[in-house]
């Protein structure tokens, strides 16, 4: 268990429709990343958050936005979404958001779009 | 821009044999390695990381991994694997400097077979 946790486990939606996933970062951790793995693009990271503030951003469509809150917890937002979303949705922690951290992964979100 | 390549999909070996899973990358700046491994179902677990000093890494579980600047790889090893050993480890390069990207390679599937 990495001690990051992220709900919901599965999502199934239809395309058009809006999802919100959620990641709680390991006690203490200051940054949260998302990442999404596909069959066809493999993993890709999206997105990276420290103490609230977006520091670094991936291959995020315009259509994905993503917050960090300040009890740290962090949501990834996908709307309009498309048949080729549907992909494992991880999301990350370390302590410091810094080059050498170690990242710790929750075990994902599995989204399906029908 | 970074790349990596990893060279086997599939690698499938008996039990209490070595292994050795390859990995090239390629960068135009100093880079940070990483090899994660996914057991099913679950998120991504870090085995090792090389980020300065000795070439030859160690990480959990037995594994290994040698950093050939010259050859830019970075190759994981284990001298006997275990049926547990069955899982998707990726290769993963990080830049250490300007905005945060950890690019991933498309991963390699360990087969343990008894």
């Known amino acids: 268990d990495s001690g990051v946790t992220q709900t919901p486990k599965h999502l199934i939606t239809a395309t058009g429709q809006r999802v919100t996933l959620r990641c709680s970062p390991r006690s203490g951790d200051l940054s949260v990343y998302w990442y999404q793995q596909s069959l066809d693009q493999g993993l890709q990271f999206l997105i990276q958050?420290?103490?609230?503030?977006?520091?670094a951003k991936g291959n995020i469509l315009e259509r994905f936005s993503a917050q960090q809150f300040p009890d740290l917890h962090s949501e990834l937002n996908l709307s309009s979404l498309e048949l080729g979303d549907s992909a494992l949705y991880f999301c990350a922690s370390s302590a410091s958001g810094g080059f050498t951290d170690t990242q710790y992964f929750g075990p994902g979100t599995r989204l399906t779009v029908l | 821009a970074q790349s990596v390549t990893q060279l086997d999909s599939q690698v499938p070996v008996f039990e209490e044999a070595p292994v050795e899973l390859r990995c090239n990358y390629s960068?135009?700046?100093?880079?940070?390695l990483f090899w994660y491994v996914q057991y099913p179902n679950q998120g991504l677990q870090l085995l090792l990381k090389y980020l300065s000093g000795s070439t030859l890494v160690k990480g959990i579980n037995g594994f290994e991994a040698e950093f050939n600047k010259s050859q830019t790889s970075f190759h994981l090893r284990k001298p006997s694997v275990h049926i547990s050993d069955t899982a998707e480890y990726f290769c993963a390069v990080r830049k250490n400097t300007g905005g945060f990207k950890t690019i991933f390679g498309a991963g390699t599937r360990l087969f343990v077979k008894a």
């Open positions: 958050y420290y103490n609230g503030e977006e520091r």
């Open positions: 960068s135009s700046v100093s880079v940070y």
